[in-house]
C-alpha cells in the first residue's frame, strides 16, 4: 500500500507528528510526489511554520525541503514567498499577519521549493483550507509542527497522517508503548449512545449530564483550576451519566472523576481528542479506573508512518521499527516512506 | 578592500579582532581527553574542521580525568551578507515606554490586560519579572509601571491550566510565558500545549500568545503556534511595543471587517 492510497477517503488530511524530527516532512514529500504522479491538484498549508531548511533548535539537522509541483497550492507569507524565488501568482492574500509576514495563498507557475507557514490559530487555517478548495485544490494537506495536535481536529480535517518515530525513545519498547497510547488518544470512541450524544452535542457549557434528561452546568473554574470541586457535586447525584467538557479536557479533572466515582464506570466526553490532555496517563490507565473518555466528533486514522533515525543519535532498523509499530496496531496502515517495499512486512 | 573609509562593508561582514577585516575569533571549548600533546592536536584538527584557519591554542587546562579545556584564537575567511538578511525581522516599530502608553491612549484606548509566567516545572522567573515587573530591568520599568497596562505576574513553575483559568478569569488581552528551553528542547512540549488548550478552549483568535527565554526566536516562536518570541536582548518596552501595535491592528482589522459585512 502507498501513502496515497491510504489517504484516499479524506479530502483534507492532517499530519501530524508525535515530536520534533519524527519524520512527518518526510511523510508530506512522499504524499506530494505520490499525488503528483496521479495528476492530483493538491493545496499545503500549515498550522503555525514548518518545512524550514534547518531545524530552527539545532542547525545541524537538516530538514528534508518541502518541493512542490507546478499549478500547486500552498499557505506561506509574503515574505518568505518572494525569499523562494519561485515563480507563483498569488489569487488570495489573506488577513492574517505573523512574525514572517502577511499570510497569502500563493498558487506556483513552476515547481519548487516554498516555506509554508499557515496562520496561527486552528479557525483560521480553516479558512485558509477552505480558500484552497475553492481554488481547485482536490485535496488539502494540513501540516501541523512539532508535536502539535489541533490540525486533526474533524472541523479541519477528514483525517489525520501520524508520525512517530526513532526520536521518541532509543527503547523500540518503548517507542511502540508511546506510540500506542498516542494512538489511543487521537482516535478516541465517538458516544455510542445516540440520545447521549444528541444531548451532550446540545450543551454550550460543561456539565453533568443525569439519567433523567436534566443537566448540571459546570463551572469553568472547576473544569480548569478547581477540579476537586467536582468531587461533591458527582457523590451527590448517583444519577449522573456522563461528564461533558466543553473546550479542554486535562488530566487533573479525570483524576478527580475517578476519585468520585471509586471505580464505578462514568463516561467523560468532549469534542474530539484534540482537546483532551493527558499528562503521564493514558486512555488505558482511565479506564482500568472506570473512566471513559468518549467523543461527539472521533478523528479517522489514515495512516501511520515510521522514522527509524533520530538525528544526531541513535537508529533502529526501519524493516523492524515498522513491524514491531504495526504489530502495536492491528488495522491501521503502517508505512515507512523510504522504504521501497512497505508491502514486504504483513501488517 | 570590503571595507571603505574604515567602515566594514555590509555585504562581506566578518568578525574583528585587532583591526577590521582580520576575521579573528576567540573560542573556548572542553574535549573528553586527557590533558597533553594528544589533546592539543585533537584542538587544532577540531577547529579546522570548523572551517577556520590558523587556529592557535592560547589556554589549555586540565578539567578533571579525561577532559581538558581549551581557549583558541582562529581566523576566519568566510563572510555574511548583512543585505540578504533580515527577512524575518519583526515589523513592529520600536517606542518607548511613553510613546507606547501614549499609542494605547490614541489607537485602542482602553487598559490592555497582560498575565505572565514561568511555565511548568521551570523556575527561572528573572526573564518575566524583568518583563511584568515594576522595577523592569536596566532602568527601563516593567509594564506594571505602564499607564495601560494591567500586568499580572504569576511567578514560576505555573501549570499551564492555571495559567489559563486565570487568563480567562481576567479576560487577558496578551499571554507570557518565560521558558528556559534546552538545548534537546525539553521544554517544548510544554509550550505547544498551551497553545494547544487554548485551541481547545477555542479562544485562539481572543488572545495574544508570547513566549520568551534564551533560546527562543520568532522563528521557533511561529514553529509552536505563538504570535511572537522574545529573546535575550529584549527590553520590557519591546514586548509592550508589540502588544500594542498588533491589538491595533487585530482590532483595526475587526472593525474592518464587521463594516464590509
Not at chain 1, 507569507?77 to 502577511?102: F, I, K, N, Q
Not at chain 1, 480558500?131 to 486533526?152: E, F, K, P, W, Y
Not at chain 1, 506510540?179 to 449512545?193: F, I, M, N, S, Y
Request: aromatic content about 2%; overall charge negative.
Amino acid at each position: 500500500m502507498q501513502i496515497s492510497d491510504a489517504i484516499e477517503p479524506a479530502a483534507r488530511v492532517a499530519l501530524v507528528g508525535l515530536a520534533k524530527n519524527s519524520g512527518k516532512t518526510v511523510a508530506l514529500g512522499a504524499i506530494l510526489g505520490e499525488l503528483e504522479a496521479r495528476g492530483e491538484t493538491v493545496g499545503v498549508t500549515s498550522l503555525g511554520r514548518d518545512g524550514e531548511s534547518s531545524d530552527v533548535l539545532d542547525d545541524a539537522i537538516a530538514k528534508p525541503p518541502i518541493r512542490l509541483p507546478p499549478m500547486a497550492l500552498v499557505a506561506t507569507t509574503d515574505t518568505l514567498l518572494e525569499r523562494s524565488g519561485v515563480r507563483a501568482e498569488v489569487p488570495v492574500r489573506t488577513e492574517h499577519r505573523t512574525p514572517l509576514g502577511r499570510v497569502v495563498v500563493a498558487r506556483l507557475l513552476e515547481r519548487g521549493t516554498v516555506e509554508v507557514a499557515g496562520p496561527v490559530a486552528a479557525q483560521d487555517v480553516g479558512e485558509v483550507v477552505e480558500t484552497m478548495r475553492r481554488l481547485g485544490a482536490a485535496r488539502v494537506l494540513v501540516d501541523g509542527s512539532i508535536d502539535r495536535r489541533a490540525g486533526a481536529s474533524p472541523r479541519l480535517a477528514d483525517g489525520v497522517v501520524l508520525s512517530t518515530g526513532a526520536v521518541l525513545s532509543a527503547d523500540l519498547d518503548q517507542l511502540a508503548r508511546r506510540t500506542k497510547a498516542a494512538v489511543d488518544l487521537l482516535t478516541l470512541g465517538a458516544v455510542e449512545d445516540a440520545r447521549l450524544r444528541s444531548r451532550a452535542a446540545a450543551l454550550r457549557t460543561s456539565a453533568l449530564l443525569l439519567d433523567g434528561g436534566d443537566a448540571i452546568p459546570l463551572d469553568t473554574s472547576i473544569v480548569h483550576d478547581r477540579v476537586e470541586g467536582i468531587v461533591p457535586l458527582i457523590r451527590a447525584r448517583p444519577d449522573v451519566c456522563a461528564v461533558v467538557v466543553r473546550g479542554a479536557l486535562c488530566e487533573p479533572l479525570l483524576e478527580q472523576v475517578g476519585r468520585a466515582r471509586r471505580g464505578a464506570p462514568l463516561t467523560v466526553i468532549t469534542g474530539d481528542a484534540t482537546r483532551v490532555f493527558l499528562g503521564r496517563g493514558t486512555c488505558a490507565r482511565h479506564r482500568s479506573r472506570g473512566v471513559m473518555l468518549a467523543v461527539l466528533a472521533p478523528i479517522p486514522l489514515l495512516a501511520v508512518t515510521t522514522n527509524p533515525i533520530a538525528p544526531l543519535r541513535h537508529r533502529f532498523d526501519a524493516g523492524e521499527l515498522r513491524a514491531r509499530i504495526a504489530a502495536e496496531l492491528p488495522g491501521v496502515p503502517v508505512l515507512d516512506v523510504l522504504l521501497s517495499a512497505p508491502s514486504a512486512v504483513p501488517v | 578592500m570590503s571595507s571603505v573609509a574604515g567602515r566594514a562593508s555590509l555585504e562581506a561582514v566578518r568578525p574583528y579582532g585587532d583591526h577590521l577585516d582580520d576575521g579573528l575569533v576567540q573560542m573556548s571549548f572542553t574535549l573528553p581527553v586527557d590533558h597533553g600533546p594528544l589533546a592539543r592536536e585533537a584542538a587544532l584538527a577540531l577547529v579546522t574542521q570548523m572551517g577556520l584557519v590558523r587556529p592557535e591554542i592560547v589556554h589549555a587546562k586540565s578539567l578533571t580525568k579525561g577532559y581538558t579545556y581549551f581557549v583558541v584564537f582562529a581566523q576566519c575567511n568566510h563572510t555574511v551578507d548583512c543585505s540578504q538578511l533580515g527577512a524575518t525581522s519583526s515589523s513592529t516599530r520600536a517606542m518607548s515606554e511613553e510613546q507606547v502608553d501614549a499609542y494605547i491612549g490614541e489607537h485602542i484606548a482602553r487598559p490592555l490586560v497582560v498575565i505572565g509566567a514561568s511555565t511548568g516545572t521551570d523556575t527561572h522567573s528573572v526573564g518575566i519579572d524583568s518583563i511584568l515587573n515594576l522595577k523592569g530591568f536596566d532602568g527601563r520599568h516593567g509594564l506594571e509601571a505602564y499607564h495601560w497596562f494591567r500586568a499580572h505576574n504569576l511567578g514560576s513553575q505555573v501549570p499551564n491550566t492555571a495559567l489559563l483559568a486565570k487568563a480567562f478569569e481576567l479576560r487577558a488581552d496578551a499571554i507570557l510565558v518565560s521558558q528556559t528551553v534546552t538545548q534537546q528542547g525539553l521544554h517544548l512540549h510544554n509550550l505547544t500545549e498551551l497553545v494547544e488548550l487554548v485551541e481547545a478552549e477555542g479562544k485562539r483568535r481572543d488572545v495574544l500568545l508570547i513566549c520568551g527565554g534564551p533560546r527562543i526566536s520568532d522563528e521557533l516562536a511561529k514553529e509552536l503556534g505563538f504570535d511572537a518570541g522574545f529573546s535575550k536582548g529584549t527590553y520590557p518596552n519591546d514586548v509592550a511595543a508589540f502588544i500594542a501595535q498588533e491589538i491595533a491592528a487585530r482590532e483595526g482589522r475587526s472593525a474592518d471587517a464587521s463594516a464590509a459585512a
